[in-house]
T-cell receptor, first 111, second 113 residues
Framework: AQTVTQSQPEMSVQEAETVTLSCTYD???????LFWYKQPPSRQMILVIR??????QNATENRFSVNFQKAAKSFSLKISDSQLGDAAMYFC????????FGAGTRLTVKP | GAVVSQHPSWVICKSGTSVKIECRSL??????MFWYRQFPKQSLMLMAT?????????EQGVEKDKFLINHASLTLSTLTVTSAHPEDSSFYIC?????????FGPGTRLLVL
């Protein structure tokens, strides 16, 4: 079974600074997708960024980028120029036949 | 992006009653939908995979007779919590499978008194 591990229950960043959220996963499959989702207090899951495992190039979406290390099974999220609106729970997710989530990291942004 | 709706958004019921939650994909057809459960300050836990026209596949530890799932059409899946008890109180989220990602509904908050 696939497992997703987020080792940082909480993280804090100063507004306008950069923060990196960690994620590792375990799988024996070669074809899969990795995601970062944001869950604000409304609890609506919002897709932040997606990475296809077959792509070597790291995905980037504006201020959000990932460091995908397939051999190490690592998938970290970097948030640049952090904004107050970035404060939320962040979940790393692995998708093959279905989607599994890590335990989440609560990000606090300090003004 | 694709839109997934859930109804109701919140429900309060008495212990022993049954509650039905609907999940609809509004602008695409979803052959596969997923039901998740999220306890406060915890992650999303997959309960079951719902396939249109066939029986749902339940995760280990999820009672299929308690959490009835029906996926009668390509745009609708329902989760019925039968004989609900206070321990079933939780946040239930559905998700519809797209080509490269999954789209999530806004969730249903269930409180069983």
């Amino acid at each position: 079974a696939q497992t997703v591990t987020q080792s940082q229950p909480e993280m804090s960043v100063q507004e306008a600074e950069t923060v990196t959220l960690s994620c590792t996963y375990d799988t024996s499959e070669s074809d899969y997708y990795l995601f970062w989702y944001k869950q604000p207090p409304s609890r609506q899951m919002i897709l932040v960024i997606r990475q296809e495992a077959y792509k070597q190039q790291n995905a980037t979406e504006n201020r959000f980028s990932v460091n995908f290390q397939k051999a190490a099974k690592s998938f970290s999220l970097k948030i640049s120029d952090s904004q107050l609106g970035d404060a939320a729970m962040y979940f790393c997710a692995y998708r093959s036949a279905d989607m599994r989530f890590g335990a989440g990291t609560r990000l606090t942004v300090k003004p | 992006g694709a839109v997934v709706s859930q109804h109701p958004s919140w429900v309060i019921c008495k212990s022993g009653t049954s509650v039905k939650i609907e999940c609809r994909s509004l602008d695409f057809q979803a052959t596969t939908m997923f039901w998740y459960r999220q306890f406060p300050k915890q992650s999303l836990m997959l309960m079951a995979t719902s396939n249109e026209g066939s029986k749902a596949t339940y995760e280990q530890g999820v009672e299929k007779d308690k959490f009835l799932i029906n996926h009668a059409s390509l745009t609708l899946s329902t989760l019925t919590v039968t004989s609900a008890h206070p321990e079933d109180s939780s946040f239930y989220i559905c998700s519809a499978s797209g080509e490269r990602t999954q789209y999530f509904g806004p969730g249903t908050r269930l409180l069983v008194l």
